[in-house]
């Protein structure tokens, strides 16, 4: 089995900036994509920004030019800086990996369980 392990999550003042950290381990093969995904209530669970193994970057609209996502491929953790943050941007973020697991080399998307991000105006 993977486990992903986020921190990072909190409250801050709307112009103001947050690290979230995700990190996958387990029985991991190679890990194809990672990235971050967020939901408010009421709403759809949305892209915030996912990164390839080989640092392909795709954002969601809303956070791009503000949001930043990186990677450490050795340790399997991506890293998602968040600037200029907004009240909108106020939701529960999960971290998603795509990986290949080691049983088969089956490929496997996982999910964390959430840090809250709240934005106070």
């Known amino acids: 089995q993977v486990q992903l392990v986020e921190s990072g999550g909190g409250l801050v003042q709307a112009g103001g900036s947050l690290r979230l950290s995700c990190a996958a381990s387990?029985?991991?093969?190679?890990?194809?994509?990672m990235g971050w995904y967020r939901q408010a209530p009421g709403k759809q669970r949305e892209l915030v920004a996912t990164?390839?193994?080989?640092?392909?970057?795709n954002y969601g609209d809303s956070v791009k030019g503000r949001f930043t996502l990186s990677r450490d491929n050795a340790k399997n953790t991506v890293y998602l800086q968040m600037n200029s943050l907004k009240p909108e941007d106020t939701a529960v973020y999960y971290c998603?990996?795509?990986?290949?697991?080691?049983?088969?080399?089956?490929?496997?998307?996982?999910w964390g369980q959430g840090t809250q991000v709240t934005v106070s105006s």
């Open positions: 998603n990996a795509d990986i290949n697991v080691m049983a088969g080399r089956v490929r496997t998307n996982y």
């Open positions: 387990g029985n991991i093969f190679s890990v194809n994509s």
């Open positions: 990164i390839t193994s080989t640092g392909r970057t």
